[in-house]
Structures are given as structure tokens and as C-alpha cells.
């Protein structure tokens, strides 16, 4: 029987280790990478496909920042130095039945409706502004301690995001925050939080940049589930259209009505496993 000399031995012993090793640590950073499971992290909220039940124009040089249904009608605010407005719109057709323009050197953001009060603010001009609704007047402008993005109202509460991963209540009356929660899927910080909408005891929000709603627990910040808004970004294929930015809710008919920056269209869409 022949016998190995002592001194390859090691350099043998150390290529097939290096062969059964290397995969290994390749492998583990693979799934790190890609968040598959065995990555070690806990699995997000559950997604769920928007399917679109109807479509309806919409004015493709709005840059969508606040969406909200009232009355058959739906109230939006838009963005963008010198082109920034508070709306009434008519759903189906689109048209645009009133309109404020705001100051040139403000940027209007998220839009709620407490009451008959309708409370719009501004991305970074430390003001909110207070509208009648029926009248469509300016009631009064008030100071506001951080950037404006999003903001939504149950009758209540009245919650703000400011593009991080926190949602603040606050006053409805002064705006004073009352307190702020952070959002979180799977115990994960989820940020750049926008455009909100109250939707049967939970927070719907947009996330800049995405084409996914998550859905929220108001009180606990945790992210119950998500909306994926990819049926929709399919149709506005060759448009300008930028990040999803705008949802309402139609409590009487339960309908969920949905568009964003620059889209030619608001979708009146369902979610698989909501009733209506
Ligand atoms: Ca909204």
C-alpha cells in the first residue's frame, strides 16, 4: 500500500476545503442578498394584486400629492413651484369643477378633510392651509413644525408623514402632534411614507418611489399588508407618468380610487379579499 508523502497532504486537505467551503459562504450571501427565506430575516406582510375595475381620465400635468373623496367628488392637491393647486374634481370625467391656485414659491402636498374643513400642507413652506369646502375659500394658514407629505383624517385623528418611516397625530384643531408611530413590516423601519388615506380603521399609504400600498395599523405602526399597484403600471406604459401618489376612498360605494404624479388615469380598482 503506498503511502502519501507528509508534505502534500495539507495542500490537498486545503483545496477541498476551499471547494466545500467557498460555495457555502456564496451561498448564505445569495440568500442574504436576495432575502429569501434562510436569509434569516422574518417574511414581510402578506401582498395582494390590485385589479383595475374601472378607468376614468385625469389631468396628466396634475402632480398628485393629497386624493380624497367627498360627495361624489374628489378633492386633490398637486405639487410643484408655480403649478401647485387645491381641486375639485369630477371622478368619471375628470373634469376639474373648481380649482385654488396656491402661491408660486409653495410646493402643495397631502390633503385631508376634517369635517367641512379641508387641510392641505406644504412640502417645505412651514405652513397648512385650511379651505371650506363648499366654499372653497382659505380659512387661515398655520405654522407647521416639519416637511409636509402626506395626511389623512378619520373625523378624529388627523395623521401626517413626513417622507421618513413616521406617521404623526395630530390636533385637528391646531396641528399640535399629539404623538408619532413608527411603521414597520416584520419589525423592519418601512420609510418614505406619502400619500394616506383612512380605509376602514386602518392607514393606507403610498411609498415614494414604488408602486405598492401598505396597509396599516394606525396604533401599533405595523404594516398588515401590501397593495401592489403593477396592473396599473402596466396601462400607463409610454406615459410620463411618475411614483403611484393618490388614494381615495368611496365609503358609499366602496370604492378604492387610485392614480399618482403626471398619470393620465385614476383607477377605480379592487383588492383580491376585499368585499364591495
Ligand atoms: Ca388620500
Not at 9 to 14: I, N, Q, R, S, W
Not at 102 to 130: K, N, Y
Not at 142 to 171: M, N, Q
Not at 184 to 195: I, K
Request: aromatic share 8%.
Amino acid at each position: 500500500m503506498a503511502r502519501s508523502r507528509p508534505g502534500p497532504l495539507p495542500a490537498v486537505l486545503m483545496a477541498f476545503l476551499i471547494m466545500a467551503v467557498v460555495p457555502e459562504v456564496f451561498g448564505a450571501a445569495a440568500g442574504t442578498l436576495s432575502g429569501t427565506p434562510g436569509g434569516g430575516e422574518a417574511p414581510g406582510a402578506p401582498v395582494r394584486e390590485a385589479r383595475i375595475v374601472r378607468e376614468y381620465p385625469h389631468d396628466r400635468n396634475a402632480y398628485t400629492q393629497g386624493l380624497l373623496f367627498r360627495a361624489g367628488f374628489i378633492y386633490e392637491s398637486t405639487g410643484l413651484h408655480g403649478r401647485s393647486t387645491l381641486r375639485e374634481v369630477t371622478p368619471e370625467s375628470g373634469t376639474v369643477r373648481r380649482v385654488h391656485r396656491m402661491p408660486d414659491d409653495q410646493f402643495g402636498e397631502g390633503l385631508a378633510l376634517c369635517g367641512e374643513r379641508l387641510i392641505q400642507l406644504t412640502w417645505r413652506s412651514g405652513v397648512i392651509h385650511v379651505y371650506d369646502r363648499k366654499s372653497f375659500r382659505l380659512r387661515g394658514s398655520f405654522p407647521y413644525p416639519r416637511e409636509g407629505w402626506g395626511l389623512a383624517c378619520d373625523g378624529k385623528r388627523l395623521i401626517a408623514s413626513d417622507g421618513t418611516d413616521r406617521l404623526h397625530v395630530l390636533d385637528p384643531r391646531t396641528f399640535r402632534t399629539l404623538r408619532s408611530v413608527a411603521v414597520t413590516d416584520a419589525g423592519r423601519p418601512v420609510s418614505r411614507l406619502n400619500e394616506l388615506e383612512f380605509v376602514e380603521g386602518r392607514i393606507l399609504a403610498n411609498v415614494w418611489g414604488s408602486d405598492r400600498i401598505a396597509r396599516i395599523h394606525p396604533d401599533s405602526g405595523r404594516v398588515e399588508g401590501w397593495i401592489d399597484l403593477a396592473a396599473l403600471r402596466q396601462r400607463l406604459r409610454g406615459t410620463t407618468a411618475e411614483t403611484a401618489n393618490g388614494i381615495a376612498w368611496d365609503a358609499a360605494r366602496r370604492r378604492l380610487l387610485v392614480t399618482g404624479k403626471l398619470w393620465p388615469l385614476l383607477f377605480d380598482v379592487n383588492i383580491d379579499g376585499l368585499d364591495r
